[in-house]
């Protein structure tokens, strides 16, 4: 009875440690609507970036 009675003691910490190893993981996880704004502002810096090279590219040219 008292091996029966650590087995399962055993088993539910094994268990408990699981799932907060499983919690863990999710939470560090971005999932796909935290990837796809971090895509989007990677290509929104870029964009703007692009832009205002552009812009100041132009305005050199004009005063040289």
């Known amino acids: 009875m008292l091996e029966d009675r650590r087995e399962h003691e055993r088993l539910r910490a094994e268990a ?5 190893l499983a919690a863990e993981a999710e939470a560090n996880d971005p999932g796909l609507f935290g990837r796809l704004g971090e895509g989007l502002a990677r290509s929104t810096a870029k964009l703007t970036e692009g832009i205002a090279a552009l812009g100041r590219r132009k305005l050199d040219d004009a005063y040289a």
């Open 16 to 20: 408990a440690e699981a799932a907060r």
